[in-house]
C-alpha cells in the first residue's frame, strides 16, 4: 500500500518551482490530502493538490498520514479562522491555526470543545462550533458562507480567508457544499452546463465569467446570488453586479468583459 501524505501546517503555498522566489501558483491547507509524484530536492516537493493542481511544496509542510487517520468522524471547523490548543482551555498553548475548509478526524467531546488528530499524529482541542452539513450542497449555506468573506482582501494563489483570489474563492464555497471546482477559473468555465446570457434567467449559485483580454479567454470568476448580482474576490472580496437597475453595485467594466454564466451541481 502506497503512503499516504497530509499538510502538516494551517496553510502553506504551492510554488510553480523548487524555490521560494518562484511563482505561488495555490495552497493547500491543514489536513490536505497530498500526492508524491517523485522529483525533489533534499528541501522541495513536486505534488499533485487534491483538485489535479501540480506544483512543488516545502518537505517541511508535509507528513505521512497517521494510520488510524480514517477511522474516525471528521470535524470541520465553522469560523474563518480558529486556533488549534494543547488543552480544552483558551489559555492553553497555542499549537495550530486551522481555516475554513480543513477536515481532522474528531477523537472525543468534552463540554464545547473537541479533541482532534493532526497530520503529524499529535493531538489538539478546538472550540466545538463546527460547520454544519460539510460537502452536502445548500445555496442558502453557500450564499450565507460568502457573505462572510466580504472584505477579505485578494491575494494571487490563495485559497484562505487570510487572502483568496476569485477561482480560489469559488472552489473554496463550492468545496464546503461537495462540489470539487478545477482551480482557476478558465478550467472551472470549462464545467458545468451554459446558461443564456440574460441574468433573469440566472440562479444562486451558478458561476459567472469574465476576460479582460482581446481573445476573450476567461481571467475572472464570481458567484451568482441573484438579480444579477454577483460576489467575487477582486481588491477585495465584494458584490458587484451586471444588472443596470442596480445602480450601487452596477460595474459597467465587468459588462464589457462578461464572458457567460455556467451551472455546475444541483443545490
Not at 490536505?32 to 511544496?57: F, R
Request: glycine share 8%; charged share 20%.
Amino acid at each position: 500500500m502506497s503512503k499516504k501524505f497530509r499538510i502538516q501546517i494551517g496553510a502553506t503555498f504551492l510554488y510553480n518551482e523548487a524555490k521560494f522566489r518562484s511563482q505561488i501558483i495555490s495552497q493547500a491547507i491543514l489536513g490536505d490530502a497530498i500526492e508524491l509524484l517523485g522529483p525533489e530536492t533534499s528541501k522541495w516537493v513536486q505534488v499533485k493538490m487534491w483538485d489535479g493542481y501540480v506544483g512543488w511544496l516545502s518537505k517541511s509542510t508535509i507528513v505521512q498520514e497517521p494510520a488510524e487517520w480514517e477511522n474516525h468522524e471528521f470535524f470541520a471547523p465553522n469560523q474563518l479562522l480558529s486556533r488549534i490548543y494543547e488543552s480544552p482551555d483558551l489559555f492553553s498553548t497555542p499549537i495550530r491555526d486551522i481555516t475554513l475548509g480543513s477536515r481532522l478526524p474528531l477523537l472525543a467531546r468534552q463540554d464545547h470543545w473537541v479533541k482532534i488528530l493532526l497530520p503529524t499524529g499529535e493531538t489538539g482541542w478546538m472550540e466545538n462550533d463546527a460547520f454544519g452539513n460539510y460537502g452536502k450542497p445548500d445555496i442558502e449555506k453557500l450564499i450565507h458562507t460568502s457573505l462572510r468573506f466580504i472584505g477579505i482582501p485578494y491575494l494571487w494563489g490563495g485559497t484562505t480567508p487570510r487572502g483568496i483570489d476569485c477561482s480560489g474563492f469559488t472552489q473554496l464555497l463550492f468545496r464546503l457544499n461537495g462540489i470539487l471546482l478545477k482551480r482557476d477559473a478558465s478550467i472551472q468555465y470549462e464545467q458545468g452546463e451554459k446558461v443564456s446570457d440574460s441574468w433573469e434567467d440566472w440562479q444562486a449559485g451558478d458561476l459567472v465569467f469574465f476576460s479582460e483580454n482581446e481573445n476573450n479567454s476567461i481571467t475572472h470568476v464570481g458567484i451568482i446570488m441573484g438579480d444579477g448580482d454577483f460576489i467575487h474576490s477582486s481588491t477585495s472580496v465584494k458584490i458587484n453586479s451586471l444588472n443596470s437597475d442596480h445602480e450601487k453595485l452596477y460595474s459597467k467594466t465587468y459588462h464589457e468583459q462578461f464572458i457567460g454564466v455556467k451551472r455546475i451541481g444541483t443545490f
